[in-house]
């Protein structure tokens, strides 16, 4: 089992910045694959950016160039660093976590929801003027 626990979710002008963290029960493994999703009222659950063990990154086309991942394998944390936000990243942003190798690739990770076994409970991003 491993909980997830995300946090950093704010109100932010279009434009600004934000840094998820998402801390695990449990240090990441060869083979593990984390990401973070988001989902806004009414649509479907989006996969943002994952990592490898090898932090080997995948992002979206939306984010690409704006959004940033990072990890401390010490403190088993997991971040994620929003630039040049626009209204459309508002969303609850999940972070979540795959150990029977369903979401791993040859390089990194997949973006697709139901690979990941765990999840967090969600921190809400808001980016409205």
């Known amino acids: 089992q491993v909980q997830l626990v995300e946090s950093g979710g704010d109100l932010v002008q279009p434009g600004g910045s934000l840094k998820l963290s998402c801390v695990a029960s449990?240090?990441?493994?060869?083979?593990?694959?984390m990401a973070w999703f988001r989902q806004d009222q009414g649509k479907e659950r989006e996969g943002v950016a994952s990592?490898?063990?090898?932090?080997?990154?995948r992002y979206a086309d939306s984010v690409t160039g704006r959004f940033f991942l990072s990890k401390n394998h010490r403190k088993k944390t997991l971040y994620l660093v929003m630039d040049a936000l626009v209204p459309e990243d508002t969303a609850m942003y999940y972070c979540?976590?795959?150990?029977?190798?369903?979401?791993?690739?040859?390089?990194?990770?997949?973006?697709?929801?139901?690979?990941?076994?765990?999840w967090g409970q969600g921190t809400q991003v808001t980016v409205s003027a």
């Open positions: 990592v490898d063990a090898r932090l080997i990154p």
């Open positions: 979540a976590a795959d150990t029977s190798g369903r979401a791993r690739l040859d390089e990194g990770c997949t973006l697709t929801a139901d690979h990941y076994q765990y």
């Open positions: 449990v240090p990441t493994e060869v083979g593990d694959c």
